[in-house]
Nanobody, 126 residues
Framework: QVQLVESGGRLVQAGDSLRLSCATS????????VAWFRQAPGKERNFVAA????????YYADSVKGRFTISRDSANNTVYLEMNSLKPEDTAIYYC???????????????????WGQGTQVTVSS
């Protein structure tokens, strides 16, 4: 089994920066994919960013491209989401997700990931 624990979410002002962390533990997944999704109140869970270990490729939602960066520290088993120029519409619960090899065709889909964290709240005030 794989455990994921997110941290770093808090209340910030529009234009601020924030870094989320996702600590992973448990069974090591070879050639894994890791991702961040977010869910605002009353809305569905949406893709934010993903990174595939096999080729180091990164993927981003159009709404965060150029502002957010996903990265992975394999030595510390931690995945990060660096968020800059935050906007009120970025307010949501942010979830970390992981799985084994994920095709680039489905890397943006919730159903592609078997393991999920409990989420961390990010609130951006205007």
């Amino acid at each position: 089994q794989v455990q994921l624990v997110e941290s770093g979410g808090r209340l910030v002002q529009a234009g601020d920066s924030l870094r989320l962390s996702c600590a992973t533990s448990g069974r090591r997944i070879s050639s894994s994919a890791v991702a961040w999704f977010r869910q605002a109140p009353g809305k569905e869970r949406n893709f934010v960013a993903a990174l595939t270990e096999r080729d180091g490729a990164t993927y981003y939602a159009d709404s965060v491209k150029g502002r957010f960066t996903i990265s992975r520290d394999s030595a510390n088993n931690t995945v990060y989401l660096e968020m800059n120029s935050l906007k009120p519409e970025d307010t949501a619960i942010y979830y970390c997700a992981a799985n084994g090899p994920v095709s680039r065709l489905v890397v943006r889909m919730v159903k592609a990931y078997a393991f999920w964290g409990q989420g961390t709240q990010v609130t951006v005030s205007s």
